[in-house]
């Protein structure tokens, strides 16, 4: 295809220096190039939201942009959530609220909630059900995942 | 029976921390050096000859290493059939690539194997299929037509009977005849497939990752069809991103990256597309029936007539008859019906191939039998909870057998009180004065009504499991066995169960799942089997694993058997102090440790019940169905865990609802899908799905294991389709209105129109 340029990503505080195609997309090199697994493909197609990251403190999907142009931005991925052995919070109510099954989507749900109460820690039950309406979930029927978001929120005001 | 230590606990799930941490083993997340990705191309054409395949421009690419044709696998023969595998349906199986005709728009016509999966789509995309194109078939109950110069498209009639159907309808005081289709829709899990081969030359073993559901049949049958000794291909499954019926059956893409492992000694991976996995991957559901019911004057049922038209798609893959079969011995539900005949004819159509998806065969058939006893309603003027009260099989009528097979066992029910569950269902949602609500509201304009309906599940298919438990020297224990997981909670449920029989905690278990060399023989996971079958068969080897463990301690004690009890992971004596041991240090005296094996054998299925109650709203601006309540009662003998029960009846449910009122497979006069991406197959999300009301019951334990288990996957998602008709109909102030799935709001739009 075309020239490979060379970027850096910076995942959870690291930086991974790699040379990419400019239509390499951002999931891709997070899981390929990077070695960064946990964040999952569902489509590709920016509707599922199982590639949900956080750029620069937006959740964001990352099939959808391009490696090229989160170069030098501040990724976070599920990876980076727990603390050693200490889970987040979010992770934490996840287990706590049988908010995953097969788990496949889970790190897109949850750095998609935490991405949004980072921001809007005070969020109404009924944005918090349109947010996490974005992504899908085939195993859990959802219940569960709105559980764990409300009581991880709590946690987290709590600091 | 009371709850255990572990039975019938809701603790924490073993499977939690990898997956909320980033460290699944999904199929995507395997890799090996030096690996060649597969990129498939596929038919654009619903239907035809396929006259020539150009690959040079493909070849020219540089990355590209090779491009297959069917004349490159010719040796591989079809895929077969893995249940319900009639003779007659042989001709209609399918080879990995497309031979002489396509017969659906993403059938594998070619394999490109390139070094960078960018670079094998790019090559893909510069093959160049030639096809003549031929007339499509699309309606499974419309006249058959050609498969091949020898075959046509009606591949086979099934039938099942029982009592002198003719009679009843002489007897008939009335007859109700609906005529009922359900929509093509499928299990989508968010992981789409995936399969990676490596050959092992030193040892000359093929390996296969990414395996599911059945990773030993899958062994056998590749073993077979690439002429290798079955010890000599074994199959890994890491974690699986949902199974659902669809994921983890052998597909072309399996057999294609094992046989190019073989002749490329590189290691092959292929990951699937969505776009790929919504036109290549098994459908399912559709179906078409035209039913009557001869009743009596006080709505009792005399007998069931039951035409039907299966649509398998283009070809019979590894179900074969599977979910017509189902959906025909499964459709009498909890009713007595003295009289009964299906008969279901197994059409392909020019769509993509089906099998089962949760509930296959008895999604299809509750919807059918329910929008019947609904009818009969109307039609007699009693109330339907009435007409079903009087049709309901006596529990003391338990055992009951209903005269026909399925899956190769005699359905007998094995133990059910179907009215008392009932009645605390509508107890539990105050169903008369839910009815008067929504009276009341109508009467206020509002489009608000309730359903109900009922269903028998089947679970626990045998004809075996086994299980081995090893206790190492070092003190790990491991839980060896031949199911899968498919994210349903299998590693917590079996530690549970063998952990409260050997007297140990559950946390230090390790389940083995999916590994074919770890165990000889395994079933997988399907059919609600895993927590009755492999259960029953931990419980066992724990048992044989405590006594093995208690004699060894008394003899290195020098007390008796009788006197010594194993708590907590620790040898202890019965009633009081003394000398204690410690399992690990126990098998820590043996070199090889201690292990005991089980076998549970089961020539009948069990089966769970429940029934569902919903509350819906109308949006007459935009055909949309609110769900304002939805309650579920589920008996399934005994749950091992609680919460673990609840998941799976309301992850159930929300598929239940996707195919009751927004997912569809559709396509257009030609044959081309036109639900390809997440945008056209839409199912539900955080929004659609309310807050479900779960009653789990455990009334009726199954004899036919000894903590009574029944399988709790599939209860959640029956009755959906059928709760939902019953309720639109009632919003409607219409019996009967609803006849197909799903009901999307442009066919609410139309019946609000037809006012």
Not at chain 2, 50 to 57: E, F, V
Not at chain 2, 412 to 438: H, P
Not at chain 2, 496 to 505: F, K, R
Request: negative net charge; hydrophobic residues 40%.
């Amino acid at each position: 295809m075309s020239q490979k340029a060379a970027i850096t990503l910076n995942i959870n505080g690291r930086g991974y220096p790699i040379e990419v195609e400019p239509r390499r997309t951002l999931a891709d090199a997070i899981r390929e190039d990077c070695g960064q697994t946990g964040t999952h493909i569902g489509c590709e197609h920016g509707i599922c939201g199982a590639c949900t990251v956080i750029v620069n403190g937006d959740p964001v999907r990352s099939c959808l942009m391009f490696a090229i142009q989160a170069d030098g931005k501040k990724i976070r991925t599920v990876e980076g959530l727990a603390q050693g052995d200490k889970l987040h919070p979010m992770q934490q109510a996840f287990m706590d609220h049988h908010g995953l099954q097969c788990g496949f989507c889970t790190p897109g749900f949850l750095m998609l909630a935490v991405g949004v109460l980072e921001r809007e820690p005070d969020i109404s039950d009924k944005n918090l059900i349109d947010v996490l309406s974005s992504n899908l979930c085939r195993c859990t029927g959802y219940q569960n995942i709105i559980k764990a978001v409300r009581a991880a929120a709590k946690e987290m005001q709590k600091g | 029976m009371a709850k255990g230590k572990f039975v019938g606990r809701s603790v924490p799930r073993l499977e939690d921390r990898p997956l909320l941490t980033g460290q699944g083993r999904f199929a995507g997340d395997i890799s090996f050096p030096g690996q060649w990705h597969m990129r498939v191309v596929r038919s654009p054409v619903a239907h035809g000859l396929l006259k020539t395949i150009d690959a040079k421009a493909a070849l020219a690419l540089p990355g590209v290493h090779a491009v297959w044709t069917h004349a490159d696998i010719a040796d591989i023969p079809p895929i077969g059939f893995r249940l319900t595998g009639l003779v007659e349906l042989e001709a209609y199986r399918q080879t990995a690539l497309a031979q002489r005709y396509v017969r659906y728009v993403g059938e594998p016509v070619a394999a490109v194997f390139a070094a960078d999966p960018y670079v094998a789509e790019d090559a893909a995309d510069l093959v160049e299929i030639n096809i003549e194109p031929l007339p499509v078939i699309l309606d499974a109950a419309g006249p058959p037509g050609p498969f091949d110069e020898h075959h046509d498209t009606e591949t086979s009639v099934i039938e099942k009977k029982s009592g002198d159907i003719d009679a009843a309808f002489r007897a008939a005081k009335m007859v109700v005849a609906l005529d009922l289709e359900i929509g093509r829709h499928s299990g989508v899990p968010m992981e789409t497939r995936g399969a990676i081969a490596r050959y092992d030359e030193a040892n000359d073993v093929l390996e296969m990752h990414g395996a599911a559901k059945v990773p030993h049949w899958n062994r056998d049958r590749l073993a077979l069809m690439l002429g290798r000794h079955p010890d000599k291909v074994q199959l890994y499954e890491g974690h699986v991103g949902g199974g659902f019926g669809i994921r983890g059956e052998m597909y072309p893409e399996d057999v294609l990256v094992c046989a190019a492992a073989l002749k490329f000694k590189r290691p092959i991976k292929w990951i699937e597309d969505r776009r790929e996995h919504l036109i290549a991957a098994n459908h399912s559901r559709q179906q078409r029936h035209k039913i009557m019911a001869a009743i009596d004057k006080d709505g009792r049922i005399l007998g069931i007539d039951n035409e039907f038209f299966h649509d398998n798609g283009a070809y019979m893959r590894t179900h074969a008859a599977t979910v017509p079969d189902l959906a025909a011995a499964m459709l009498p539900g909890p009713y007595r019906v003295p009289a009964y005949r299906a008969r279901g004819h197994i059409r392909l159509t020019n769509k993509t191939p089906c099998g089962t998806y949760r509930a296959p065969g008895r999604y299809e058939s509750t919807f059918v039998r329910e929008r019947l006893i609904d009818a009969i309603a109307a039609k007699t003027g009693i109330d339907a909870i009435e007409i079903r009260r009087r049709n309901l099989i006596d529990q003391s009528a338990m055992p009951y057998s209903l005269g026909f097979s399925t899956l190769g066992t005699d359905i007998v029910y094995d133990s059910g009180d179907y009215a008392k569950l009932m009645d605390r269902l509508l107890e539990a949602a105050d169903w008369q004065g839910m009815r008067q609500a929504l009276a009341h509201r109508r009467a206020a304009g509002e489009r608000v009504g309730a359903g109900f309906a009922m269903f028998v599940e089947k679970s626990g298919l045998g004809p075996f499991d086994k299980v081995r438990i090893e206790v190492s020297s070092r003190g790990t224990i491991e839980v060896i066995t031949g199911v899968a997981s498919i994210g349903q909670g299998v590693e917590t449920a079996m530690a549970q169960i063998c952990a409260e029989t050997l007297g140990v905690d559950y946390t230090g278990i390790n389940v083995v799942h999916g590994q074919t060399d770890r165990i000889d023989k395994g079933m997988g996971a399907f059919a609600s089997r895993v927590t009755v079958m492999c259960g029953e068969a931990t419980r066992m080897a724990a048992a044989k694993l405590r006594d093995a463990a208690l004699t060894a301690a008394a003899e290195l004690m020098q007390t008796s058997v009788e006197l010594l009890d194993l708590i907590d992971g620790e040898i202890v004596r019965k009633g009081g102090p003394g000398p204690s041991m410690r399992l690990a240090e126990l098998a820590a005296t043996k070199a090889e440790g201690l292990t005991a094996e089980a076998e549970f054998k089961s020539s009948h299925m069990v089966y769970p019940y429940g029934a569902h109650v919903v509350q819906i709203k109308l949006d007459t601006e935009t055909g949309a169905v609110a769900i304002e309540r939805y309650l579920v009662a589920f008996d399934i003998g005994k749950a091992v865990n609680p919460m673990l029960v609840e998941g799976q009846i309301v992850g159930g449910l929300a598929q239940g609802l996707g195919g009751a009122l927004f997912e569809e497979f559709t396509y257009t006069d030609s044959g081309d899908p036109l639900a390809v991406t997440f945008a056209d197959y839409l199912m539900p999300t955080a929004r659609e799905i309310p807050a479900i009301e779960t009653f789990v019951s455990e009334d009726a334990p199954s004899p036919l294991n000894t903590y009574g288990f029944k399988g709790a996957g599939e209860g959640g998602i029956t009755p959906v389709g059928a709760a939902i008709a019953s309720a639109i109909d009632d919003a409607l102030q219409r019996p009967g209105a609803v006849t197909q799935l799903p009901v999307t709001p442009w066919r609410i739009k139309a019946m609000l129109r037809a006012e």
